[in-house]
């Protein structure tokens, strides 16, 4: 159960992190929509959409 807990406590920290970000970015005027819509529909800056592999 010690892993399970290690787990969310990092996953919750990632995604703190990143609603953070957004959040200062916004804050300071610094918030490109533009470039946050392309990344969280997978959208590479050429345009083109592109698989995530491991």
Do not use: M
């Amino acid at each position: 159960i010690a892993g399970e807990i290690q787990a969310s406590r990092a996953l919750t920290n990632l995604v703190g992190n990143g609603v953070a970000t957004v959040v200062v970015a916004k804050w300071v005027k610094e918030l490109d929509h533009q470039k946050l819509d392309d990344v969280l529909n997978n959208r590479a800056p050429d345009g083109k959409t592109h698989e995530i592999s491991s």
